[in-house]
């Protein structure tokens, strides 16, 4: 890695932000920050960053610039207005936002003479130390290969195509499926809790649970590509084990409005599948086919 590499701005201090100045100095790389509110920046300073007074400054002192802001309109607030000053830089957003907004705004950048690379943080919670913590990437490849060995400072890459949206993809795909998991398994304990039951028993059998899950994960996908999953008799299983666990629910005191939406969608299966005279699977539903 060369000394250049090891030099990077970062802008953008909300905890993600923090998090990536952190590793970065860790690893020795000389980094400047800037922030809106002046104390963030302060606390990185702290730490042996260097304190850029204006985002001009802040693109000026370095090639590779790591965007964390909250979505790409933020970057446009900030970086729109020293926009003569990108012609040269690279950067790498690592803010989420939709796969289209995205596109825009690799195409905004370049626009303006820079590089640019998508990024989607898959971190347990607002810390990317962990294991299990990593980054998609997408954009043009060889500037991510040219940049690899400093961004997996941060933690690792995963490098998915030219396309600048296909970080996002990914990105939101998981967000798709980890919104939904977190409410319910919320309304799991809320049940637990509420029929008497200690949470923490409840715990390991829900991890077990969802380690069984792992093997369904594969079996939904390959159904998904032959239209889906399920025939009117399971669809109608489907929908007597949902009113089955909103009655769990509502008997205790516990919102249930989560699986009323599950049960929605099997109800419509069945009544696609009966109006079709062949199976219509949620699946089918949702994609919109």
């Known amino acids: 890695m060369s ?38 920046a302060d606390a990185m300073v702290e730490l042996g960053a260097k304190r850029a007074d204006t985002v001009a400054e802040a693109l000026t002192a370095n090639e590779v610039i ?3 802001l909250t979505h790409y309109s ?6 729109g207005q020293v926009a003569d000053h990108l012609r040269g830089k690279v950067i790498a957003n690592l803010s989420s936002d939709s796969p289209e907004n995205a596109r825009k705004g690799a195409a905004w950048a370049e626009e303006h003479g820079a590089q640019f690379l998508t990024g989607g943080v898959i971190a347990d919670g607002e810390s990317i130390e962990s294991p299990e913590s990593y980054i998609f990437y997408s954009g043009p490849r060889a500037v991510f290969d040219e940049h690899a060995d400093l961004l997996r400072l941060l933690t690792p890459t995963e490098y998915l195509g030219e396309d600048p949206g296909l970080s996002q993809v990914y990105y939101q795909g998981l967000l798709i499926l980890m919104h939904p998991l977190i409410l319910a398994y919320e309304q799991a304990l809320a049940t637990i809790e509420r029929s008497g039951q200690a949470v923490d028993d409840f715990v390991p059998h829900a991890v077990r649970f969802l380690d069984s899950m792992k093997t369904s994960f594969t079996v939904f996908s390959d159904l998904a590509k032959s239209g889906g999953w399920g025939d009117i008799s399971t669809m109608r299983m489907m929908d007597a084990s949902t009113q089955h666990a909103i009655e769990a629910s509502t008997d205790v005191g516990v919102d249930a409005a989560l699986l009323r939406t599950a049960q929605a969608y099997w109800r419509r299966a069945l009544a696609a599948t009966e109006a079709a005279g062949e199976p219509v699977s949620t699946y089918r539903l949702i994609r919109g086919t």
């Open 66 to 68: 790591v965007l964390s």
């Open 3 to 40: 000394e250049q590499q090891r030099m990077v701005t970062v802008i953008g201090l909300g905890p993600m932000g923090q998090a990536m100045v952190r590793a970065f100095l860790a690893a020795g790389v000389a980094v400047t920050v800037w922030n809106r509110s002046a104390e963030k």
């Open 74 to 79: 933020a970057m446009y607030d900030v970086l």
